[in-house]
């Protein structure tokens, strides 16, 4: 079964920290997309990756960055977390001539 | 620029009667759309896509939609409700004319049903 897996499910971070987020998928896909999702606001994208060592910002990339060193692995990096980053974080992704993502179950974030 | 709308926050249903979410989008050139469940705590599961052809998609658990052009819609829709079926629905867009992958989310709508 393919399969996209974030690290952690539930993480408690302090304000100021650096938090590092992983996901690796196993289906050789060239796409991987990092959202955050908050009640109301649905999926917004921070950033994504069409291939390794490259990445696109999405809409919201202020205080994130990427990391894309192996063509399976994907991490976000909160380079000082703050409490307004407490939010649900998803990865997704997706293979060139496909059509709709495979997304892991998430990691939701507590900044405190 | 493409976006999603999803006009209802919640939509609330008794058990065995049909349901209805609604989607309605906008996108420069012709879209591939989508919806995806996501149940508590989890992440999304692929519901149905939409890509050519037929404009009513099936997909699991006995959910249907129908891509309307001229309305700019994609209502999921099923017969006959279930209780199981209480979770947040994602509709998405994603534009075939471009050459990147990414995919635009609606805010959800929460289905609650009730027995």
């Known amino acids: 079964d393919v399969k996209v897996t974030q690290s952690s499910r539930y993480l408690v971070k302090r304000t100021g920290e650096k938090v590092f987020l992983e996901c690796v998928q196993d289906?050789?896909?060239?796409?991987m997309f990092w959202y955050r999702q908050d009640p109301g606001l649905g999926l917004r994208l921070i950033y994504f990756?069409?291939?390794?060592?490259?990445?696109e910002k999405g809409d919201i990339p202020e205080g994130y960055s990427v990391s894309r060193e192996k063509k399976e692995r994907f991490s976000l990096i909160l380079e000082s977390a703050s409490t307004n980053q407490t939010s649900m974080y998803l990865c997704a992704s997706i293979g060139d001539g496909s059509y709709g993502y495979t997304f892991g179950s998430g990691t939701r974030l507590t900044v405190v | 620029a493409q976006s999603v709308a999803q006009p209802e926050d919640q939509v609330n249903v008794a058990e065995g009667n049909p349901l209805t979410v609604k989607c309605t989008y906008s996108v420069s050139g012709n879209p591939y759309l989508f919806w995806y469940v996501q149940y508590p705590n989890r992440g999304l599961q692929f519901l149905l896509k939409?890509?050519?052809?037929?404009?009513l998609v099936k997909g699991s658990y006995g959910f249907e939609a129908e891509f309307n052009k001229s309305q700019t819609s994609f209502h999921l829709k099923k017969p006959s409700a279930l209780v199981s079926d209480s979770a947040l629905y994602f509709c998405?867009?994603?534009?075939?004319?471009?050459?990147?992958?990414?995919?635009?989310f609606g805010s959800g709508t929460r289905l609650s049903i009730r027995p």
């Open positions: 990756s069409y291939d390794v060592k490259m990445k």
């Open positions: 289906m050789d896909h060239e796409n």
């Open positions: 998405a867009v994603r534009d075939r004319e471009s050459s990147a992958s990414k995919i635009i």
């Open positions: 939409y890509i050519t052809g037929d404009n």
